[in-house]
């Protein structure tokens, strides 16, 4: 074709019948009513999630626990029967002359007086009414008070904010007194979680729009992702508070919906925004336009929205409601953000029409480079790296492979713990409480060891404790018969340890509570013959018990996730090589990831840059969650490319063509995409809190080398080596995709003239024959010229 012909306009194909083309019609038809009910519905989710933060769990010591374990037994009776024994506040008080001063013990005992009136409070117990040196500090100059906030995490959160900050803490006559405990951490934490959530927002937002503008040229087309991914974010609150009236929801469920809700949705508006306005440029009308996008576009959104929720759904398979909380709510957000992309976004098309280019901000520089030479046809970069890959393809594929599988050593050295206090700023008054009391203290009064027995005869019981006191690792062991040191026994008897057939013992660790020590002593604890049933609790506890439950799910978690990405891809692609290849290079993509929280979070690498504590460990929780979100964010882009590639192979036949082609569609959307939901989550892993630092920018590396490197280095290079065979299938599969496969529903346009013939491998340097024709033309007439059997390059 002549470089000044005028490009023929496809024919009017009627588009095919179904799901999709109906959701166009009533788009096109529907739209403005579409947009008021969205405007409706978004009002009352407004009006629905804005209490939502107070109902959040803070997902504490409670949200990793798995509630059928040993240590969750022992903690419930310990609650029924013993509702004073596992303090949950501490108030640190302080005093230069001595807490031993007669003005400033008198002091000490009317503030734990005062506090044990308060409703909600119970088990106070300080220094100055039992003497116990547990309970001062080595140098003389502080004494505690314990005490338990009864309820669950949020009603004790709020005793706290209501009755005991503002009250019990600064100046208290001679005493300076700071609040920490398990209970002070997690209001705490939660602050931080909401502060840091808005910073994000308002950070990710202004970001995306600049990179959507530079990707769309158009202010129009810029908005309406990030109009798109608001939606998301009002819609999200609603979905947790609706969550929350039938299961415990952890708080940091708001960090993850609002990245997966904003980054999907925004993702998905940018694919079908991008699609559309191809197709008005390659001469359709408006709605034939909206037709074959969601039959193309809308479908792929579809079909990427089940792999994310899909992978977020194998979070259910744990028993702890940290992980499956963060499955419903990402599930529900996933079908938000997909349903907003899906509905109200072909009504806000169909209602602009031809304007979606309106307010072209790069007009101006089109002006002042008219007289330079035109850059090659949109994606020209693309194809030529997926050419020089493909004539590599061994030696790409195997670089590549070494260096991924080189950035996730490091994770071969991981060691799980559990989150504590270290996960504050250093400036957390909670924090600053609970350094003071391991680093001044004798033993921490809420890190303890606690064990429950049943039916123990008081002789019997006393020589346990002793048997226990003996233990590495243990300071002491308070016990109904008395206090025991190094198997012997100081002091008299310790009323209120005993309830019927039911008593309990507090073995205080003189090793870090979340530590190897501390899951040693545990299970030295454990190992101890006692004669009676003993059910042991307690953070530490509670952290070997969550740990084995993962490891118990974590197979069946792979299983389902693995299983329905190779169905799903089978039903999109129908070959059998290719969803095997796409599991495959899903976990390659990942590599980095899990090296990376290693190499930083658990051995503090880049601590001082970033920010925060390392403890030596990383959340036994948390790299699960990572896993699985990670898994179906990287699909979401194995999508997008395998379903352009896959519309490519059925238009041309050629392997090698489609490949280049799918390249070249999807390689800027891939990477606008990926950089989009990289700021999302950076934004996110801006927060104070380290595991949500951990979350975020350990997601955001793994969709880089998704998209930057899987995408645009191994996938060709493995698509290269495995040639035609990429596609077989037996027959029996071959029916079964032809009767229930997911197919790209556009219809092909027409080729209105034969292209020149060109090699496979085509000069890329030389200047486009179209230079003055839009971008999505020109990939048109290559269409055109592929479905007449050439390959234009």
Same mark, same amino acid.
């Given at each position: 074709?002549?470089?000044?012909?005028?490009?023929?306009?496809?024919?009017?194909?009627?588009?095919?019948?179904?799901? *999709?083309?109906?959701?166009? %019609?009533?788009?096109?038809?529907?739209?403005?009513?579409?947009?008021?009910?969205?405007?409706?519905?978004?009002?009352?989710?407004?009006?629905?999630?804005?209490?939502?933060?107070?109902?959040?769990?803070?997902?504490?010591?409670?949200?990793?626990?798995?509630?059928?374990?040993?240590?969750?037994?022992?903690?419930?009776?310990?609650?029924?029967?013993?509702?004073?024994?596992?303090?949950?506040?501490?108030?640190?008080?302080?005093?230069?002359?001595?807490?031993?001063?007669?003005?400033?013990?008198?002091?000490?005992?009317?503030?734990?007086?005062?506090?044990?009136?308060?409703?909600?409070?119970?088990?106070?117990?300080?220094?100055?009414?039992?003497?116990?040196?547990?309970?001062?500090?080595?140098?003389?100059?502080?004494?505690?008070?314990?005490? %338990?906030?009864?309820?669950?995490?949020?009603?004790?959160?709020?005793?706290?904010?209501?009755?005991?900050?503002?009250?019990?803490?600064?100046?208290?006559?001679?005493?300076?007194?700071?609040?920490?405990?398990?209970?002070?951490?997690?209001?705490?934490?939660?602050?931080?979680?909401?502060?840091?959530?808005?910073?994000?927002?308002?950070?990710?937002?202004?970001?995306?729009?600049?990179?959507?503008?530079?990707? *769309?040229?158009?202010?129009?087309?810029?908005?309406?992702?990030?109009?798109?991914?608001?939606?998301?974010?009002?819609?999200?609150?609603?979905?947790?508070?609706?969550?929350?009236?039938?299961?415990?929801?952890?708080?940091?469920?708001?960090?993850?919906?609002?990245?997966?809700?904003?980054?999907?949705?925004?993702?998905?508006?940018?694919?079908?925004?991008?699609?559309?306005?191809?197709?008005?440029?390659?001469?359709?009308?408006?709605?034939?336009?909206?037709?074959?996008?969601?039959?193309?576009?809308? %479908?792929?959104?579809?079909?990427?929205?089940?792999?994310?929720?899909?992978?977020?759904?194998?979070?259910?398979?744990?028993?702890?409601?940290?992980?499956?909380?963060?499955?419903?709510?990402?599930?529900?957000?996933?079908?938000?953000?997909?349903?907003?992309?899906?509905?109200?976004?072909?009504?806000?098309?169909?209602?602009?029409?031809?304007?979606?280019?309106?307010?072209?901000?790069? !007009?101006?520089?089109?002006?002042?480079?008219?007289?330079?030479?035109?850059?090659?046809?949109?994606?020209?970069?693309?194809?030529?790296?997926?050419?020089?890959?493909?004539?590599?393809?061994?030696?790409?594929?195997?670089?590549?492979?070494?260096?991924?599988?080189?950035?996730?050593?490091?994770?071969?050295?991981?060691?799980?713990?559990?989150?504590?206090?270290?996960?504050?700023?250093?400036?957390?008054?909670?924090?600053?409480?609970?350094?003071?009391?391991?680093?001044?203290?004798?033993?921490?009064?809420?890190?303890?060891?606690?064990?429950?027995?049943?039916?123990?005869?008081?002789?019997?019981?006393?020589?346990?404790?002793?048997?226990?006191?003996?233990?590495?690792?243990?300071?002491?062991?308070?016990?109904?018969?008395?206090?025991?040191?190094?198997?012997?026994?100081?002091?008299?008897?310790?009323?209120?340890?005993?309830?019927?057939?039911?008593?309990?013992?507090?073995?205080?660790?003189?090793?870090?509570?979340?530590?190897?020590?501390?899951?040693?002593?545990? %299970?030295?604890?454990?190992?101890?013959?006692?004669?009676?049933?003993?059910?042991?609790?307690?953070?530490?506890?509670?952290?070997?018990?969550?740990?084995?439950?993962?490891?118990?799910?974590?197979?069946?978690?792979?299983?389902?996730?693995?299983?329905?990405?190779?169905?799903?891809? *089978?039903?999109?692609?129908?070959?059998?090589?290719?969803?095997?290849?796409?599991?495959?290079?899903?976990?390659?993509?990942?590599?980095?990831?899990?090296?990376?929280?290693?190499?930083?979070?658990?051995?503090?690498?880049?601590?001082?840059?970033?920010?925060?504590?390392?403890?030596?460990?990383?959340?036994?929780?948390?790299?699960?969650?990572? *896993?699985?979100?990670?898994?179906?964010?990287?699909?979401?882009?194995?999508?997008?490319?395998?379903?352009?590639?896959?519309?490519?192979?059925?238009?041309?036949?050629?392997? !090698?063509?489609?490949?280049?082609?799918?390249?070249?569609?999807?390689?800027?959307?891939?990477?606008?995409?990926?950089?989009?939901?990289?700021?999302?989550?950076?934004?996110?892993?801006?927060?104070?809190?380290?595991?949500? !630092?951990?979350?975020?920018?350990?997601?955001?590396?793994?969709?880089?080398?998704?998209?930057?490197?899987?995408?645009?280095?191994?996938?060709?290079?493995?698509?290269?080596?495995?040639?035609?065979?990429?596609?077989?299938?037996?027959?029996?599969?071959?029916?079964?995709?032809?009767?229930?496969?997911?197919?790209?529903?556009?219809?092909?346009?027409?080729?209105?003239?034969?292209?020149?013939?060109?090699?496979?491998?085509?000069?890329?340097?030389?200047?486009?024959?179209?230079?003055?024709?839009?971008?999505?033309?020109?990939?048109?007439?290559?269409?055109?010229?592929?479905?007449?059997? !050439?390959?234009?390059?």
């Amino acid at each position: 074709m002549s470089p000044a012909t005028t490009p023929t306009p496809p024919p009017e194909t009627a588009p095919p019948r179904g799901t *999709f083309t109906a959701l166009a %019609r009533l788009a096109v038809r529907r739209s403005r009513l579409l947009l008021v009910l969205t405007v409706v519905l978004l009002a009352g989710a407004v009006v629905l999630g804005s209490g939502v933060a107070d109902r959040l769990r803070s997902g504490g010591s409670g949200g990793v626990e798995d509630p059928s374990s040993e240590s969750s037994y022992a903690a419930d009776v310990l609650e029924r029967e013993f509702p004073g024994a596992r303090p949950n506040l501490v108030l640190l008080a302080r005093t230069d002359g001595g807490v031993d001063d007669a003005d400033a013990a008198r002091q000490g005992r009317e503030l734990a007086a005062r506090l044990a009136d308060e409703k909600g409070v119970t088990g106070v117990t300080s220094y100055w009414d039992t003497g116990s040196e547990a309970l001062r500090s080595k140098d003389g100059r502080e004494a505690l008070v314990v005490a %338990r906030l009864t309820g669950d995490d949020l009603v004790a959160d709020r005793t706290l904010e209501s009755r005991i900050v503002g009250h019990f803490d600064g100046r208290q006559g001679d005493l300076t007194v700071r609040i920490g405990g398990s209970v002070a951490v997690q209001h705490e934490q939660q602050t931080f979680i909401r502060e840091d959530l808005l910073l994000a927002e308002a950070i990710a937002l202004p970001i995306t729009l600049l990179i959507l503008i530079v990707v *769309f040229g158009s202010a129009v087309a810029a908005l309406l992702p990030v109009g798109i991914g608001v939606i998301a974010i009002l819609g999200t609150n609603a979905v947790l508070r609706v969550l929350t009236s039938f299961t415990d929801v952890s708080v940091f469920a708001t960090n993850l919906t609002t990245a997966l809700g904003l980054g999907l949705a925004i993702d998905y508006a940018l694919l079908i925004v991008r699609r559309y306005r191809e197709e008005l440029a390659n001469g359709r009308d408006v709605p034939g336009a909206l037709a074959v996008t969601l039959n193309t576009a809308g %479908r792929t959104v579809l079909f990427s929205a089940a792999t994310v929720a899909v992978s977020l759904a194998a979070m259910l398979v744990f028993p702890m409601y940290f992980l499956r909380s963060l499955a419903y709510a990402g599930i529900s957000v996933v079908v938000l953000a997909a349903a907003a992309a899906l509905v109200v976004l072909p009504a806000l098309l169909a209602v602009l029409g031809r304007r979606i280019d309106s307010l072209d901000v790069r !007009k101006l520089v089109r002006r002042r480079s008219a007289a330079r030479p035109q850059p090659a046809e949109d994606g020209a970069g693309w194809a030529r790296l997926a050419r020089w890959v493909m004539r590599r393809a061994p030696l790409v594929a195997t670089g590549t492979l070494a260096v991924l599988l080189l950035l996730g050593l490091p994770f071969l050295s991981a060691d799980f713990g559990t989150a504590d206090y270290r996960q504050l700023p250093r400036s957390a008054e909670s924090r600053v409480v609970q350094e003071d009391i391991r680093d001044r203290f004798a033993g921490s009064p809420t890190g303890v060891v606690e064990v429950v027995a049943r039916r123990a005869p008081a002789a019997e019981l006393g020589r346990y404790a002793e048997q226990l006191s003996r233990l590495p690792g243990v300071l002491r062991v308070d016990a109904p018969t008395g206090r025991y040191t190094e198997g012997r026994t100081a002091g008299p008897e310790l009323p209120g340890r005993t309830a019927g057939d039911v008593s309990y013992l507090t073995v205080v660790p003189g090793v870090e509570a979340v530590s190897d020590e501390g899951k040693e002593l545990v %299970r030295d604890v454990r190992a101890v013959e006692a004669g009676f049933p003993t059910y042991t609790s307690g953070t530490t506890a509670a952290m070997v018990d969550s740990q084995a439950a993962i490891g118990r799910g974590l197979p069946w978690a792979v299983g389902i996730i693995v299983l329905a990405t190779l169905v799903l891809v *089978f039903l999109l692609t129908g070959s059998v090589l290719v969803p095997i290849q796409a599991v495959l290079l899903n976990a390659l993509s990942l590599t980095a990831m899990l090296g990376a929280i290693v190499w930083v979070f658990q051995d503090g690498h880049l601590s001082g840059v970033l920010g925060f504590t390392p403890t030596g460990s990383i959340e036994t929780s948390l790299p699960v969650l990572m *896993f699985c979100l990670a898994f179906g964010l990287s699909m979401d882009y194995g999508v997008f490319l395998l379903s352009r590639i896959k519309e490519e192979q059925e238009r041309v036949g050629d392997h !090698k063509a489609a490949v280049v082609e799918g390249i070249r569609g999807t390689g800027g959307v891939i990477t606008a995409a990926a950089l989009v939901l990289s700021v999302v989550m950076v934004a996110i892993g801006t927060s104070r809190i380290t595991n949500t !630092k951990m979350l975020g920018l350990g997601v955001a590396l793994a969709i880089l080398m998704d998209a930057m490197v899987i995408r645009s280095l191994l996938v060709p290079a493995m698509l290269s080596l495995t040639g035609r065979a990429t596609w077989w299938a037996p027959g029996p599969l071959r029916r079964l995709h032809a009767r229930f496969g997911i197919r790209e529903g556009g219809p092909a346009p027409a080729a209105t003239a034969p292209a020149p013939a060109a090699s496979d491998t085509p000069d890329d340097s030389a200047p486009s024959p179209a230079a003055d024709t839009p971008a999505p033309v020109t990939q048109e007439r290559e269409r055109a010229g592929a479905a007449a059997g !050439k390959h234009s390059g």
